[in-house]
């Protein structure tokens, strides 16, 4: 039935990125094939390899397939400072602007501890036991997207770089929702971080949440809590934590913080969600945390672990398949267990396995644990 067949676009992009988006894209056949989970894969390309010949970071035939896809499943883009790609042709596909495209403001980041990495975290395995929880992230607007901005040169000769970080009612309301709602089907806990004590878009913020709470959600627990508190909070405590919302920059900086409760950032998943349209569908791009890792980028290192854990988002999210959700998670927890690491969550000494080792090390563990 063509109709239930769910649109995969598969970008793996730069450095690091088609290297870990290879495995889970593994991952995702193997799905297609032992599971029948109806699913057509388009793999396009991004970055420097199209810059070169076509002139286009982001050229049609990826625009395309992202324009038609249910799902994204998307690597990395960035790399060292080349002069390849101007600054200009790098803008007019990026990644920031597909978040803006397709209006993708609610930025899901899951972190969950595997019992079996705490030798290797650089957290204490008493701080890490139990910890699971999830970070909503705003990505469509705050900081990065506010104007005025620019690099102005003042009379007296100096430089002067500013940005604006603004929030409206709405874009805070419909992200906030995200959250409670995400709430009630875990602990039922919402932590709202800000800075509300210096800066206006967090009065707002603040008073938004409060506001929809009392009107909508007044089941659920609410906290609030400022960004400097909740960085060190992350790392004091992260079981405290259910669901975290905050805007655009906080949760960049407090993603990768929280990072380290899970070990690596390699392990780490995501999704980036947009408005459910009048079907009850909504696009969604799936991406590992990281970046495009310059450092280690084309010796088949990377762990991939964040890019397959973002496979189970998306079996979960989009495709409607949460028992194979939860099979793929467990599949990766056991071949954890089983000792499988890459070297970013290696003990010293322990045998490293490569990118592609971890990936078969995730599909023998799908073909026992199916
Ligand atoms: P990064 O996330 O690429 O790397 C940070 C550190 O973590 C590096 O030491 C790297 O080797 C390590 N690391 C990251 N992913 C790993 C993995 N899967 N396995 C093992 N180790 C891993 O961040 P960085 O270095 O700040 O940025 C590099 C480039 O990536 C920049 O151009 C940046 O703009 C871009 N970037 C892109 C993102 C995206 O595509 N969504 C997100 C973050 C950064
Ligand atoms: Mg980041």
């Known amino acids: 039935n063509l109709s239930n067949m769910m649109k995969v676009a598969v970008v793996g992009g730069e450095g690091i990125g088609p290297e870990v988006t290879a495995q889970s894209q593994r991952v995702l056949n193997w799905f297609a094939v032992k599971r029948g989970v109806p699913m057509t894969?388009?793999?396009?390309?991004?970055?420097?390899?199209?810059?070169?010949?076509?002139?286009?970071?982001?050229?049609?035939?990826?625009?395309?397939?992202?324009?038609?896809?249910?799902?994204?499943?998307?690597?990395?883009?960035?790399?060292?400072?080349?002069?390849?790609?101007?600054?200009?042709?790098?803008?007019?596909?990026?990644?920031?602007?597909?978040?803006?495209?397709?209006?993708?403001?609610?930025?899901?980041?899951?972190?969950?501890?595997?019992?079996?990495?705490?030798?290797?975290?650089?957290?204490?395995?008493?701080?890490?036991?139990?910890?699971?929880?999830?970070?909503?992230?705003?990505?469509?607007?705050?900081?990065?997207?506010?104007?005025?901005?620019?690099?102005e040169t003042l009379a007296d000769g100096q430089r002067r770089g500013f940005n604006t970080e603004q929030y409206t009612t709405d874009q805070i309301r419909r992200v906030v929702r995200a959250a409670f709602e995400l709430a009630r089907t875990r602990r039922n806990k919402v932590c709202s971080v800000d800075k509300a004590n210096v800066l206006e878009t967090s009065v707002v913020w603040r008073e938004e949440v409060i506001a929809l709470h009392a009107a909508e959600f007044s089941d659920v627990e609410l906290t609030h809590m400022y960004v400097d508190n909740a960085a060190m909070q992350i790392v004091r405590e992260p079981r405290q934590f259910d669901v975290m919302v905050t805007g655009n920059i906080f949760g960049d900086i407090l993603s990768d913080c929280a990072a380290m409760a899970s070990g690596s950032l390699g392990m780490l998943p995501s999704a980036s969600l947009g408005p459910v349209d009048r079907f009850g569908r909504r696009k969604a791009l799936y991406e590992p945390v990281h970046g495009s890792a310059p450092d280690i980028a084309g010796r088949g290192i990377a762990n991939p672990l964040g890019s397959i854990l973002s496979v189970a988002m998306m079996l979960r999210m989009t495709m409607n398949r949460p028992e194979d959700a939860d099979l793929l998670e467990k599949a990766v927890a056991s071949a954890l267990s089983g000792g499988a690491r890459t070297a970013d969550i290696a003990e010293a000494g322990a045998k490293r396995l490569s990118t592609q080792e971890m990936g078969d090390a995730v599909l023998n563990a799908l073909d026992n644990v199916a």
């Open 41 to 151: 894969l388009r793999e396009a390309q991004y970055g420097i390899i199209p810059y070169l010949a076509t002139g286009k970071v982001m050229p049609p035939d990826t625009v395309e397939a992202m324009e038609e896809a249910d799902a994204i499943l998307w690597g990395a883009t960035g790399g060292p400072e080349t002069k390849e790609v101007p600054a200009a042709a790098r803008k007019a596909g990026s990644l920031l602007g597909l978040r803006s495209k397709y209006d993708l403001y609610a930025n899901l980041r899951p972190i969950v501890a595997h019992p079996a990495l705490s030798d290797s975290a650089p957290l204490k395995a008493s701080v890490l036991t139990g910890v699971d929880f999830v970070i909503i992230r705003e990505l469509t607007s705050g900081i990065y997207f506010g104007e005025p901005r620019g690099i």
